[in-house]
């Protein structure tokens, strides 16, 4: 009961938010997106200044939308059309960054947000249709057609780049495109044909998955490609009265245990690659999932997304945080929803990812290769919290611009270059970029315990790295050990610790305090312990501070060993 109630609380603060903006935005205009600003992009590789402007005017659809839904007022109905006809004027749909000038017209560039905007103005004809003006409903269908079914629907499959891929791009525009010819009156006779090529994409994107159901993009991109996928599965499943029925898709079974599974006691989530340290679940997707799917569990309502959590403002997701919540509250049968707090271990081998939650303890550590979506050069790389607190940090996705993803820039930001992970230095060398760097092993020969082999991860092939990683639950602290060994060439070995919280050193004892705990580091083998202060820029292009605790194993023979042995007081003794 007090799962279905938090729900309940929940939805009425979405609405009442929405209500407060619509208030707020009633007479305002909407942002003017300038060609200038729109350039920048190209010219210095800057993606926020235009992207601002561009999901604000995103955010008065999705206000007028649903006030007008709700209370079909002329003032609302009003100021809806005015920006659906902004919209419509725009010179492209698409972001700067996912157009390529030199290849087809930018208008008919279709992206991720291309795509969203025609499921979001196909949903508005859909819902709206028997209030809003004739003229309306015409420019809608004439500029969804125009800009995104027709160039579709007269191309091949793998013309539009991300077709040929099977990450969440596939999911959000292959279903937003679905989504807008189930919408949409077929006056084309193409439905049918488009129907089929999602369905193709559809069957890409969750092959995309690891076996055992890990998004290696991160929570964040799980959701954003889930939203949208089972929003169209939904509708598919509608509109051919239960025919066509995606969820029976048993692959669909593990992934969508991935979600419950990247939350740390406390509300942190799984920061590795482009993931977010303090991400947010969707309550609308996560609703229908625990209808459909046993063994899907609810996260703590308090991690569930408001309506300002999103800055972009995906209308689809929006709409399953009204419709699909309130569909969950009506059912009689959710009202004894109970949230389960538990010690865990998860073990992904195929992913090799591990993740250990006691108490308000969160750990979380990683194998595979510095070639995954989204990539950091992060193999061993792990992240340690406590009661919602990061101690021990992956600092996840930086500020996007045209340099974070060219090949020959990437890792020299901060955020996607080894040094920024906890993991060590060889020889002074960080990891390598590429597919053939990576963990050779990741075993967890029991519960609570993960061994792996990293050091191809750095180049090397007359060396073995090993990471060992224990949780002792009920004595409640944690062993790390990292250990070289050669018998051709004397190797250093430097550990290297990310944290957020400026550190203190006594003696060979690292201790970071934080808001509820102190966190105590003993070191065994080690020299001098060093700390560095680093500035980075973040997603939202905000420069934030960490530090960087380094020392070198004092072993100066053939093999080096240096252990870590981590314990949380709740009081500095």
């Known amino acids: 009961m007090k799962c279905f109630e938090a729900i309940r609380i929940h939805l009425e603060e979405f609405k009442r938010d929405i209500e407060n903006y619509s208030r707020e935005l009633l007479y305002k205009e909407l ?22 402007l561009y999901f ?3 955010k008065f659809l999705n206000v007028f939308f649903f006030v007008t839904l709700w209370h079909k007022e002329k003032i609302y109905i009003k100021k809806l059309e005015e920006i659906i006809y902004t919209i419509c004027k725009e010179d492209t749909w698409a972001l700067p960054a996912h157009v390529d000038m030199s290849k087809y017209d930018r208008k008919y560039t279709i992206d991720l947000f291309a795509a969203e905007t025609a499921q979001a103005l196909s949903c508005i004809y859909h819902y709206l249709g028997k209030i809003l003006y004739e003229e309306c409903l015409d420019i809608i269908k004439e500029n969804v057609w125009r800009r995104i079914i027709k160039p579709y629907a007269e191309s091949e499959f793998g013309y539009h780049r991300w077709e040929n891929w099977d990450n969440n791009w596939i999911s959000v525009c292959a ?12 006056d084309k006779g193409v439905r049918d044909k488009i129907l089929d090529r999602v369905k193709l994409c559809l069957d890409k994107y969750v092959g995309g998955f690891s076996e055992d159901g890990v998004c290696l993009e991160g929570m964040s991109y799980f959701t954003y490609g889930m939203e949208y996928f089972f929003g169209f599965a939904r509708q598919l499943y509608e509109y051919t009265d239960g025919e066509k029925n995606l969820y029976t898709d048993e692959r669909l079974e593990n992934i969508v245990l991935f979600q419950q599974n990247c939350f740390l006691p406390g509300g942190n989530t799984i920061s590795f690659s482009d993931g977010l340290a303090n991400d947010r679940f969707r309550l609308g997707l996560s609703c229908f999932l625990k209808s459909k799917f046993k063994g899907f569990e609810i996260p703590p309502i308090d991690f569930a997304m408001k309506f300002d959590s999103d800055g972009c403002y995906r209308f689809m997701a929006n709409l399953q945080d009204d419709l699909w919540v309130s569909e969950f509250l009506e059912d009689e049968k959710n009202k004894n929803q109970v949230i389960k707090e538990e010690y ?17 303890t969160g750990l979380a550590i990683k194998g595979g290769n510095n070639n995954e979506p989204h990539n950091h050069n992060d193999i061993g790389s792990f992240i340690l919290s406590y009661a919602g607190e990061v101690f021990l940090a992956d600092l996840g996705c930086g500020e996007y611009t045209k340099d974070y993803f060219k090949d020959d820039t990437r890792y020299k930001i901060f955020n ?12 002074g060398e960080e990891q390598k970029a590429g597919e053939k760097y990576k963990c050779s092993s990741f075993e967890s020969p029991k519960v609570g315990q993960v061994k792996m082999s990293y050091a191809k991860a750095y180049g090397f092939e007359n060396i073995k790295l090993y990471r060992n990683v224990e949780y002792y639950s009920h004595d409640k602290y944690i062993v790390i050990e990292d250990i070289t060994e050669s018998l051709s060439y004397k190797y250093s070995l430097t550990e290297n610790l ?6 203190e050193i006594k003696d060979n004892r690292i201790l970071l305090q934080g808001k509820r705990a102190l966190l105590c580091i003993d070191v065994v083998n080690a020299g001098n312990i060093n700390i560095n202060e680093v500035c980075f820029s973040n997603h939202n292009g905000v420069e934030e501070r960490v530090w960087q605790i380094q020392f070198d194993c004092k072993t100066k023979d053939d093999n080096c060993r240096i252990e870590l042995k981590l314990s949380f007081h709740k009081k500095i003794k």
Do not use: C, M
């Open 31 to 52: 942002p003017v997106l300038s060609e200038e600003k729109f350039l920048l992009y190209e010219q210095t590789g800057n993606r926020l200044i235009y992207e601002k």
């Open 56 to 58: 604000e005017r995103r």
């Open 175 to 186: 279903s937003s495109i679905g989504s807008a010819v189930l919408y949409l009156p077929d």
């Open 344 to 360: 865990k271990f998860i073990f992904y081998k195929e992913a090799q990812w591990a993740v250990w939650n006691s108490g308000d």
């Open 416 to 427: 996607n270059r080894s040094l920024s992970h906890n993991v060590p230095l060889i020889n």
């Open 498 to 503: 990310v944290t957020y919280i400026k550190p």
